[in-house]
């Protein structure tokens, strides 16, 4: 659709209030706040591969990212919450050493709008620390988010932690990121990998 394009486009130039404004007509015209979440994440995924191709440089990234989570605290309101009991509790965070947070904010989104009780702990979390918080909140789930291939392996180790210290069947551990797999959550014994915000729904649903 041109529109989500143009709103795109406002993104990456770091038009924060034009984007905003945009995002808000958008709405008020009934494009979804799904359509604009999946537009943006592809959207931010093309950037990535400008970036990689050098076509683009850290500064341009970071104010696009900057944009986009102006844009997302528009639409996340209007993900609509069904009154249903609070499902799961869910601990969300980026491993040690990641700082990427438009994933996990989305899924945090997405889940909180599906009626999970979701905490989100934000980036570069510690082993420790992952696992401090699923005991005090007494959660149910503990997703990763990691970006990088020099960070994923975080993922393993949590649940290594979790193994060594007879807690591992206590929690559903879920990993997700751009390099992370289905092999890889295999291998690293998670219980799943979800390749967006929506299939985690669906994922943690049919638990
Ligand atoms: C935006 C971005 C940044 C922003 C992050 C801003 C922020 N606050 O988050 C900034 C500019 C800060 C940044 C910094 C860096 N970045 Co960067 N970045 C990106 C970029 C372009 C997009 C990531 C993104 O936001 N995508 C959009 C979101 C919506 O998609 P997503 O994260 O994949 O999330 C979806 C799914 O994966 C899934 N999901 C995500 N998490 C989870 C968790 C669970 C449990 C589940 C189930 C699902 C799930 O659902 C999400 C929503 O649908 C990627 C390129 C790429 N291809 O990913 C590079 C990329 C990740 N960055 C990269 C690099 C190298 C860096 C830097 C080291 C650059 C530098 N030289 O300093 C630093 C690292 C800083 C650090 N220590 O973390 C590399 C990593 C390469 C590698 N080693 O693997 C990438 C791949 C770019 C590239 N091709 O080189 N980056």
């Given at each position: 659709m041109e529109m989500l394009d143009k709103l795109f486009d406002l993104v990456e130039d770091g038009e924060n209030e034009e984007a905003i404004k945009m995002a808000e007509v958008m709405l008020d015209k009934g494009v979804s706040p799904q359509t604009i979440i999946g537009a943006m994440t592809d959207g931010m995924r093309k950037l990535g591969d400008l970036f990689d191709k050098k076509e683009i440089f850290l500064p341009e990234l970071l104010i696009a990212s900057d944009a986009l989570m102006d844009v997302m605290s528009i639409v996340e309101p209007k993900l609509s919450i069904g009154d249903q009991a609070k499902k799961k509790t869910v601990i969300m965070g980026t491993v040690a050493?990641?700082?990427?947070?438009i994933g996990k904010n989305l899924v945090c989104m997405v889940l909180k709008a599906n009626g999970y009780n979701v905490i989100d702990i934000g980036g570069d979390v510690s082993v420790q620390d992952f696992i401090s918080a699923a005991e005090k909140e007494q959660a149910d789930v503990i997703g990763m988010s990691a970006l990088m291939t020099t960070t994923m392996r975080v993922q393993q180790d949590v649940i290594n932690q979790l193994v060594a210290e007879n807690k591992r069947d206590k929690y559903t551990v879920m990993v997700g990121g751009a390099p992370i797999n289905q092999d890889w959550a295999e291998k690293i014994g998670a219980d799943g990998y979800c390749k967006d915000a929506f299939e985690v729904v669906k994922f943690l649903d049919s638990k």
């Open positions: 050493g990641d700082l990427h947070e």
